[in-house]
C-alpha cells in the first residue's frame, strides 16, 4: 500500500498564490509518474496536473495552463503544485495522485491512478 501525504491547502483571495505539497514515504518514488486532481462540491473528479518520474514531461489541465505547476523532488520523495493567480473556480479539494503501473510515462485521467492522497482543501475568495 503507498501512502500519499498531502499539505499546503488553505484560503486565500483571488489572484493569490498557494503550494501544495505531497509526500510519498517509502516508495520508488523515481519510476512512478504524479498527479494532481481537484474535485468540486458535487462535481466529477478532474485532472489537473502530471508529471513523469524522471521530471521531464509534464501535462496540464487547459483551466491551469500557465498558472500552475507541477514539479518533483525525486530525492524526497514529494511532488508539489504551485498555484498561481488564482481564481475563485479553482476552489476544490485537491488530491495526490500515483498510479501503481511505472510503465506509465504520465498521469492522464482517473483510470490511471490506483492510489489517492486524503486530500487538502483550497478555497479562493472573490
Known amino acids: 500500500q503507498v501512502q500519499l501525504v498531502e499539505s499546503g491547502g488553505g484560503l486565500v483571495q483571488a489572484g493569490g498564490s498557494l503550494r501544495l505539497s505531497c509526500a510519498a514515504p517509502?516508495?520508488?518514488?523515481?519510476?512512478?509518474?504524479m498527479a494532481w486532481f481537484r474535485q468540486a462540491p458535487g462535481k466529477a473528479r478532474e485532472f489537473v496536473a502530471a508529471i513523469s518520474g524522471n521530471g521531464v514531461y509534464t501535462n496540464y489541465a487547459a483551466p491551469v495552463k500557465g498558472r500552475f505547476t507541477i514539479s518533483r523532488d525525486n530525492a524526497k520523495n514529494t511532488v508539489d503544485l504551485q498555484m498561481n493567480s488564482l481564481k475563485p473556480e479553482d476552489t476544490s479539494v485537491y488530491y495526490c495522485?500515483?498510479?501503481?503501473?511505472?510503465?506509465?510515462?504520465?498521469?492522464?485521467?482517473?483510470?490511471?491512478?490506483?492510489?489517492w492522497g486524503q486530500g487538502t482543501q483550497v478555497t479562493v475568495s472573490s
Open positions: 495522485a500515483a498510479p501503481s503501473n511505472r510503465g506509465l510515462l504520465v498521469v492522464r485521467t482517473t483510470r490511471d491512478v490506483t492510489y
Open positions: 517509502g516508495r520508488t518514488f523515481s519510476t512512478y509518474s
